[in-house]
T-cell receptor, first 114, second 115 residues
Framework: NAGVTQTPKFQVLKTGQSMTLQCAQDMNHNSMYWYRQDPGMGLRLIYYSASEGTTDKGEVPNGYNVSRLNKREFSLRLESAAPSQTSVYFC?????????????FGSGTRLTVV | AQSVTQLDSHVSVSEGTPVLLRCNYSSSYSPSLFWYVQHPNKGLQLLLKYTSAATLVKGINGFEAEFKKSETSFHLTKPSAHMSDAAEYFC?????????????FGKGTSLLVTP
């Protein structure tokens, strides 16, 4: 099925551990995004990639790194996890056209840092 | 800068009564606006979107929203609430080219529907 696939769906980390969240889309979209969702805060943009080979910081980039591996894949890395990074993470992609903003979201990764 | 303000963090209605979820936006461009819904422990589902065509936008499950430029508002309504409408609702405004058109989310409104 066409869409955005995130792995893993759930993860528990200890403080200081590292991990990479994977995201892949098969819609040939140029733009990809990573958001985090916290209660009462909505979704906040961590990083985005407007095209293959480019990445830029969003609203809350501290503690994260990203890689746009190719057009399909956009990964999010936590080098040294902290309890403040406990959140639900969503990857999204978009067709990025003026006339019709088509965004597709993954199903999310629920991360707990203890 | 593009931003949205959802005026109510919680709304409670009785089943069968109208729903009104309020959203004001700020935008330096002609915006595209969206409403997303998230049921408990689920992902995001697009309810409807406005992209500068008709100002009254109809979405799924009987929801609709009206774009009012003079009031910078994009309120979500439904004539009759159903128990299954209980969820978190997000008003969202489109981004700008130098942000990769990243969406900007409101903080959400939690809708409670009572029998």
């Amino acid at each position: 099925n066409a869409g955005v696939t995130q792995t893993p769906k759930f993860q528990v980390l200890k403080t200081g551990q590292s991990m990479t969240l994977q995201c892949a889309q098969d819609m040939n979209h140029n733009s990809m995004y990573w958001y985090r969702q916290d209660p009462g805060m909505g979704l906040r943009l961590i990083y985005y990639s407007a095209s293959e080979g480019t990445t830029d910081k969003g609203e809350v980039p501290n503690g994260y790194n990203v890689s746009r591996l190719n057009k399909r894949e956009f990964s999010l890395r936590l080098e040294s996890a902290a309890p403040s990074q406990t959140s639900v993470y969503f990857c999204a992609s978009s067709a990025e056209t003026e006339a019709n903003y088509g965004y597709t979201f993954g199903s999310g990764t629920r991360l707990t840092v203890v | 800068a593009q931003s949205v303000t959802q005026l109510d963090s919680h709304v409670s209605v009785s089943e069968g009564t109208p729903v009104l979820l309020r959203c004001n936006y700020s935008s330096s461009y002609s915006p595209s606006l969206f409403w997303y819904v998230q049921h408990p422990n689920k992902g995001l589902q697009l309810l409807l979107k406005y992209t500068s065509a008709a100002t009254l936008v109809k979405g799924i499950n009987g929801f609709e929203a009206e774009f009012k430029k003079s009031e910078t508002s994009f309120h979500l309504t439904k004539p009759s609430a159903h128990m299954s409408d209980a969820a978190e609702y997000f008003c969202v405004v489109s981004g700008v080219p130098n942000s990769g058109y990243a969406l900007n989310f409101g903080k959400g409104t939690s809708l409670l529907v009572t029998p």
